[in-house]
């Protein structure tokens, strides 16, 4: 019987998810589709139900739906608990477990690919959304030994700053410009860019929310922004000689934690990134 993978999300269209994951079934000889399912806020309930069939392994979810999945699950996971998203369900025999790899993936990529660990270190957040919240607990979880949030709205740096002086790591709230920002990013070992800044289509698609000047040589910058792949923060970020590293890693290997759940077996990392980059390209990214 061919298995069934996919994700959904509403809309969904943009998703790079099927073909990363496709190129890794296929590598390793597994026989199961992986397919994108757009699905509206009304029909979330309904398709969850439907995962519990046997010849479906399993589903990613993304935006709007990674809180909506929560009630109509049989277990969460503790990661996908702190975050209060999940990004992964698994189906074992009709039992639904939530899961969220996007902060553990996101960890994973700065790992293999700068070495970062965050233990002890000095971040800074740009941004408070969504992906700053999840990134955020990942730091915190990693051990990262103080944070700046940096954001546009700064009552909504306050909130995550309170959030991790919850978990116990010092944290102070910024606005995205002025000297404050520019001093954060002096000290900062690792800076992640979690706004839109920069984003293909976005609110400032060429901008950029720190210049070559203010980052630090010896720092790592990650933009989780993966459209385009080089986005005026990476660019700015080799201006100054610093560790720079794309979304698209991070968005590859939260696919590789949830291949891994779904299979039991090791992802093929290196498959599923030259199959992302090379789809990247094809959409001119
Ligand atoms: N690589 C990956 O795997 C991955 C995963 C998740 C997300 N992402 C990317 O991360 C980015 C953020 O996603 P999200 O879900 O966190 O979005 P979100 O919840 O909508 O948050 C957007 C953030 O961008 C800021 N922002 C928006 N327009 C701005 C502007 N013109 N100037 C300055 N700041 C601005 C917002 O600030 P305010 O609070 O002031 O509005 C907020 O902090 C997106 O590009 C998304 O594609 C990548």
């Not at 398709?47 to 109509?72: E, W, Y």
């Not at 306050?158 to 520019?182: F, K, M, P, R, Y």
Request: contains cysteine; proline residues 5%.
């Amino acid at each position: 019987m061919t298995q069934r993978l996919g994700i959904i999300g509403y809309p969904i269209g943009h998703s790079i998810s099927p073909v990363f994951q496709q190129a890794a079934l296929d590598h390793l000889g597994i026989d199961a589709t992986y397919e994108k399912w757009e699905v509206t806020p009304e029909g979330v309930g309904e398709f969850v139900a439907g995962l519990r069939a046997p010849d479906s392994l399993g589903i990613n979810i993304t935006v709007p739906h990674k809180q909506a999945v929560i009630p109509f699950l049989d277990e969460v996971d503790e990661w996908a608990t702190a975050a209060g998203a999940v990004n992964t369900i698994v189906n074992r025999e009709g039992h639904l477990s939530g899961h969220n790899t996007d902060g553990p993936g996101f960890l994973r990529a700065l790992l293999v690919e700068t070495g970062y660990d965050p233990t002890g270190t000095r971040a800074l957040i740009l941004g408070a959304g969504g992906a700053a919240r999840g990134i955020l607990l990942a730091l915190v979880r990693g051990g990262v030994g103080s944070l700046v949030i940096a954001n546009r709205t700064l009552e909504r740096a306050q909130t995550l700053a309170q959030l991790s002086e919850d978990n116990g790591v010092t944290a102070e709230a910024v606005s995205l410009s002025g000297d404050d920002l520019t001093q954060a990013a002096a000290s900062a070992d690792l800076i992640v860019n979690c706004t839109t800044v920069g984003m293909s289509h976005g609110p400032d698609e060429h901008g950029s929310p720190l210049a070559a000047a203010q980052i630090p040589a010896s720092a790592i910058v990650n933009d989780v922004v993966y459209n385009p792949m080089q986005t005026p923060l990476i660019r700015e970020a080799a201006a100054a000689g610093a560790t720079a590293l794309g979304g698209l890693h991070m968005l590859v290997y939260q696919g590789v934690l949830s291949f891994q759940m779904w299979t039991g077996q090791d992802a093929p990392v290196d498959v599923m990134l030259a199959a992302a980059m090379k789809e990247m390209a094809s959409r001119g990214a």
